[in-house]
């Protein structure tokens, strides 16, 4: 599957803005997909930032993010969503959307996603 995500870009968010992005993919096979959000941040390790499974029923967030961040999916477009909300400048990253074939678990890991979007400059201005 080839993910193309959007909605960052040059523009800087205040802290405690927000914004949205969107990863679209290819193909008729979305929904059989687990898809995820990672990011990573200059010198930084890429990190793990949300999941969601097939169908939607469970979803997953990194500890950093929980409470702030949504993650879903709306299968009819082949598109999955990252909703940020109170930003704060340690957000300020690279963020990749990307699609995991995994069949009983919904993975946390890099390692496990197999398709990833170009990445898309998310910054937040302190």
């Known amino acids: 599957v080839q993910l193309q995500a959007s909605g960052g870009g040059l523009v800087q968010v205040p802290t405690g803005g927000s914004l949205s992005l969107s990863c679209t993919a290819s193909?008729?096979?979305?929904?059989?997909?687990?898809m995820g959000w990672f990011r990573q941040a200059p010198g930084k390790e890429r990190e793990f930032v949300a999941a969601?499974?097939?169908?939607?029923?469970?979803?997953y967030y990194s500890n950093s993010v929980k409470g702030r961040f949504t993650i879903s999916r709306d299968d009819d477009e082949n598109t999955v969503y990252l909703q940020m909300n109170s930003l704060k400048p340690e957000d300020t990253a690279v963020y990749y959307c990307?699609?995991?074939?995994?069949?009983?678990?919904?993975?946390?890991?890099?390692?496990?996603?197999?398709?990833w979007g170009q990445g898309t400059q998310v910054t937040v201005s302190s």
């Open positions: 990307a699609a995991s074939a995994a069949r009983t678990v919904v993975p946390t890991r890099s390692a496990d996603f197999g398709s």
């Open positions: 193909g008729r096979t979305f929904s059989t997909y687990v």
């Open positions: 969601i499974s097939r169908s939607a029923s469970a979803s």
